[in-house]
């Protein structure tokens, strides 16, 4: 991977989710540069957390069972760090429908006593939060950049919008180093594949590799652009890495753009199996759904020097080649 990187042997770097999907690979690339690695992750069963997913450098990081809805472990373990990957998060769009406080309480209050911490604590620490296309809504031109209206068409987009300004208004106030990147759909290996709570792809490799038929809600002809995990973690390096990424919001996508259809029936011929139906939308997610999506990440481009590379079909492949291999840490 060419990343633009400033981290060094022994840089001292914490991970916020860091037993998450993106925050482990995350974990895998900064353990490989040399630094010296924290993860802090509440292990919720719900979300994305899992041991198994750090279990290639389980001696290399140190890990912290606590919740970043905790604001004293959080000052103690933001002290003497570098940089910070604010990655913890409660990413089900449906569960921040059914449960609205926890959404809140991790995504917008939790980020507050992060910036808190790092205030009063560490205020050199450089911080980069990883935000979501979500908070866009219903997209009113394609491909979406910065520019585009925030209009969130759940309470995880409100909550995510909410914690994604403090971390501006952290920088505009205090000078705190806060970068904030909005991803688009993010795969690869140690995603949730359980069930729907992180992204539709989940449940997808899930469904193949079981033998069961992918499920595509409503005709297939939805449009999305997707970032492979490695490429996601390439841009969270070079933003903390770039000077002029502090104070600044910037997409992250991809110009290659598939509909659903397209996805399933490229996913079903990677791994030489599989079928797709078409369903009816369920409510409760038909409510809550962004229609087609895909972003302008050419500021991302200019200012880290970032362009995802890596092919849908290489990114699938790698992908299922993982969960086949893992399916049972992960069911
Ligand atoms: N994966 C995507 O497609 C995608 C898209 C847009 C934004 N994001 C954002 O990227 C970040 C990482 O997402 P991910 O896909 O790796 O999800 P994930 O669920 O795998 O990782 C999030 C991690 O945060 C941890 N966590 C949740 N609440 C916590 C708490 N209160 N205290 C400590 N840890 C807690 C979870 O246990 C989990 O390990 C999230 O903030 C998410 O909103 C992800």
Not at 136 to 147: I, S, T
Not at 222 to 235: C, E, G, S
Not at 250 to 264: E, V
Request: hydrophobic fraction near 40%; charge should be neutral; glycine fraction near 8%.
């Amino acid at each position: 991977m060419q990343t633009r990187s400033t981290i060094r042997q022994g840089t001292k770097v914490l991970i916020t989710g860091g037993l998450g999907f993106i925050g482990s690979n995350l974990a895998l690339t900064l353990v490989n540069l040399g630094a010296e690695v924290t993860l802090i992750d509440s292990l919720l069963p719900q979300y994305g957390g899992n041991l198994w997913n750090v279990e290639g450098i389980r001696n290399h990081v140190a890990i912290n069972i606590s919740d970043v809805r905790d604001p004293f472990s959080i000052q103690h373990l933001i002290k003497n760090q570098e940089i910070v990957f604010n990655l913890a998060g409660q990413t089900s769009h449906v569960d921040s429908m059914t449960d609205p406080y926890t959404d809140l309480d991790i995504n917008a209050k939790a980020q507050l006593s992060i910036l808190e911490a790092c205030k009063n604590y560490n205020p050199a620490a450089k911080v980069v939060f990883a935000s979501t296309r979500q908070i866009y809504g219903r997209p009113h031109y394609l491909p979406v950049d910065e520019k585009h209206p925030l209009q969130p068409v759940d309470v995880n987009g409100v909550n995510k919008m909410a914690g994604e300004w403090y971390h501006m208004v952290y920088h505009q106030v205090y000078g705190i180093r806060t970068s904030v990147l909005r991803l688009t759909n993010t795969f690869g290996p140690r995603m949730r594949i359980k069930d729907a709570r992180q992204t539709f792809l989940g449940i997808w490799v899930r469904r193949l590799l079981e033998g069961d038929p992918i499920q595509i809600f409503g005709d297939g002809s939805q449009i999305r652009d997707y970032n492979y995990v490695d490429d996601v973690v390439a841009a969270l390096i070079a933003a903390a890495s770039t000077e002029g990424a502090f104070g600044k919001i910037l997409n992250l996508g991809d110009s290659q753009r598939y509909s659903l259809l397209d996805t399933a029936k490229l996913m079903i011929e990677s791994l030489g199996r599989g079928a797709y139906q078409l369903v009816e939308f369920p409510p409760d997610r038909k409510k809550i759904d962004i229609g087609d999506y895909y972003a302008d990440f050419s500021m991302a481009s200019e200012l880290l020097g970032w362009t995802p590379v890596t092919p849908l079909k290489t990114a699938v492949e790698t992908t299922l080649s993982f969960f086949n291999s893992n399916l049972k840490h992960y069911c």
